[in-house]
């Protein structure tokens, strides 16, 4: 019987073959190997090398794959993967494929996700799809020096919803730096202890798109009645409604009604409630009436253990050379380094090569963009404190001394010039100053370098160094 079954596994691959390129099927196919059959249920259990190959046949040739098995083993054939995890304890884990009967499933151009709420049914939890994206949980958001707050915090948040001080949470830092992550996982959690609990989790994009479109037609009230239903609403890319007052006057309503009934509500942004700009101090009040918690981008170190675990889960064997050259070139970005590990993937595979050093560098010049070891505000303060030898301890201090508050001044004016840290942040770095402080220092060293040649050489002077690190 297995024989049998093998045979009709042969002629879905030569039919395959047919469809495709010799390289596509080389790359994809090739590597698949059939496993079993199982008459009861009328699944194919095939086996793939890694997650990866898994992942891209169910992306672009799982429509194809459905009918195949159809055409072969019969209507209604299922599709089983038996994916290799782990190499190294050789661990396997089975998932199902996306298109059970043979049927190829179109990808819908419509979802729950850009309808309009005021469609979905506001009373049943079970009614509600979240929305989240159930492979970003606590579990794989690898911890660091540079999130553990936010982190800690964050599982909080989840497991104790609306009844911390930690209400509303604000997350933000920059881009890539897993603040999707960490407020997926939120929900993820939250949704795992609470199942009860109505959990949304919305970018600011789709939920201006919903309120334009409750606008058109007419149903703003129901559109705020959906959300005022929500236990825990999750809002991420909030920085994009800076331009949009309506839509942060209707937000301003359902935040209100939220915190009043003791929701839970978790905010993502891209930098701290002072510096957004163009929004209404009644709302940026209440954004900084919680937690206000920094997502710094990984350090080196973090990249390194993110890496690690994303071979250990998509099967790899990357030399630790190359893991360490990708962790300190990636610019601190997740989303640079999943890039990087995915094309490192797909070049081996398609090249029938292994991964080293040299493919490692080819890859990095198509795939980041290398930012050759960027100044931090420390380097800065290195620098300046050298060159006008003084201590960092003396410019943290509280000293109104015209030395110490000279080079404060330069260091902020310079941290703010070659960093893409706001104001805040920096004087947090600076001395813990605030943001009024950095900005006061930018304006003065730039009337000093209006009227002072002399001045305009030492800071030149100061950023050649900045070449020579």
């Known amino acids: 019987m297995q024989k049998r079954h093998e045979a009709l ?3 879905c691959l030569k039919l395959i073959r047919n469809n495709v390129t010799e390289q ?7 590597p698949i190997g059939f496993e079993s059959y199982s008459e009861s249920t009328k699944t194919v259990l095939l086996q793939v090398p890694s997650n990866y190959v898994y992942e891209y046949l169910e992306e672009y040739y799982v429509g194809l794959l459905g009918k195949v098995l159809s055409r072969c083993f019969g209507p209604g054939t299922r599709l089983s993967y038996r994916i290799l995890a782990d190499k190294t304890n050789n661990v396997t884990t089975v998932v199902e494929g996306d298109t059970p009967g043979g049927i190829e499933t179109p990808r819908q151009t419509t979802t729950r996700a850009n309808q309009s709420p005021t469609t979905l049914d506001v009373a049943t939890p079970q009614l509600l799809d979240a929305h989240l994206d159930v492979h970003k949980t606590f579990q ?44 997926n996982a939120i929900g993820v959690r939250c949704k795992e202890m609470y199942p009860q609990k109505r959990v949304l989790y919305v970018s600011a994009r789709l939920f201006q798109v919903q309120f334009t479109d409750a606008t058109c037609k007419n149903s703003v009230n129901d559109f705020i009645r959906f ?5 825990v609403l999750i809002v991420d890319d909030i920085q994009e409604w800076a331009t949009s007052p309506k839509t942060l006057d209707t937000f301003f309503h359902i935040f209100n ?9 978790i905010l993502a942004c891209d930098r701290p409630p002072v510096d957004l700009q163009g929004m209404k101090d009644r709302l940026l ?25 994303k071979c250990r889960k998509d099967g790899l064997k990357i030399p630790a050379d190359v893991i360490q050259f990708i962790a300190e070139t990636a610019n601190g970005s997740v989303r640079d380094l999943e890039g990087v590990v995915n094309s490192l993937m797909a070049y081996s595979i398609v090249y029938n090569s292994s991964i080293d050093m040299r493919l490692a560098e080819r890859v990095i010049k198509r795939a980041v963009k290398v930012d050759n070891k960027p ?89 050649n160094s900045f070449k020579l690190k």
Request: net charge positive; glycine share 6%.
């Open 9 to 11: 596994w042969d002629n």
């Open 24 to 30: 596509q099927f080389t790359t994809w196919f090739a």
């Open 140 to 183: 794989n958001f690898i911890e660091g020096d540079s999130n553990k707050l936010p982190r800690t915090v964050g599982l909080s948040v989840a497991e104790h919803p609306g009844k911390t001080t930690f209400n509303p949470y604000f997350i933000y830092g920059p881009s890539g730096c897993g603040k999707t992550h960490l407020i």
């Open 227 to 231: 959300y005022q239903s929500i236990d």
């Open 257 to 265: 009604h939220l915190f009043r009934n003791g929701k839970q509500i």
């Open 285 to 309: 009040t209440r954004f900084s009436c919680g937690l206000i918690a920094e997502l710094e981008k990984p350090n080196t170190q973090l990249c390194v253990d993110i890496l690690n675990a």
């Open 375 to 463: 100044l931090t505000v420390d380097d800065i303060l290195e620098k300046v404190c050298g060159h006008f030898n003084v201590t960092q301890q003396q410019v943290f201090s509280r000293s109104r001394k015209r030395d110490f508050v000279i080079v404060r001044q330069v260091s902020m004016y310079l941290a703010q010039k070659y960093t893409r840290m706001p104001a805040s942040r920096i004087g947090q770095l600076i001395g813990n100053r605030d943001h009024s402080t950095v900005i006061h220092s930018c304006s003065a060293i730039e009337q000093r370098l209006k009227v002072d040649k002399g001045f305009v050489e030492e800071l030149s002077s100061i950023e």
